[in-house]
């Protein structure tokens, strides 16, 4: 698991045993819109936890494939943040999320999870739409890096 965290959230106790949950996200923004996953819990970016044996950018592809029906391309890497929480089921868990920048294509077959779905939401509430307080921070760091007033996304990351 990797070690290098630019944002910590939460506080992790003393005493308890916590679970470390590995997962990867993807920012893919078209036309001012982030590609969001909608589920019974909230908005979540697209992806979710490493598998055993799988990359960062493995688990951002298959993900997206589960969760949208689309391939995902990924274009650079934005961050790393942790979150501390006490899960409901799980018990104390520690998410470990790297997140990527990259883009979603045409969607190629229906979404594995039925009670999951693509959504489109101004990048501007992403921040404050977001379930996952360490998906909110990415989503500001994604919005510093990106929106400089004069510079297309499309310069910044490439022509997709």
């Not at 910590?8 to 045993?17: A, C, I, T």
């Not at 908005?43 to 493995?58: A, D, I, M, S, V």
Request: hydrophobic fraction near 35%; proline fraction near 2%.
């Amino acid at each position: 698991m990797t070690d290098f965290v630019q944002k910590s959230f939460g506080e992790r106790q003393r005493g308890l045993r916590y679970l470390d949950r590995e997962g990867a996200y993807l920012f893919a923004v078209e036309d001012g819109c982030l590609a969001v996953v909608r589920t019974p819990k909230g908005l979540f970016l697209p992806g979710g936890g490493l598998e055993q044996g799988e990359t960062c950018e493995e688990a951002v592809r298959r993900e997206c494939l589960e969760e949208t029906g689309r391939l995902a391309a990924i274009k650079g890497y934005l961050g790393t943040a942790e979150q501390y929480l006490l899960h409901e089921a799980l018990g104390p868990l520690r998410l470990l999320q790297h997140y990527y920048v990259g883009n979603l294509g045409e969607r190629i077959r229906a979404p594995v999870e039925q009670d999951h779905t693509l959504l489109w939401i101004s990048l501007e509430n992403a921040a404050e739409s977001l379930y996952v307080a360490a998906q909110r921070w990415a989503a500001e760091q994604y919005g510093k890096r990106y929106s400089a007033e004069g510079t297309s996304r499309k310069q910044k990351l490439g022509e997709f």
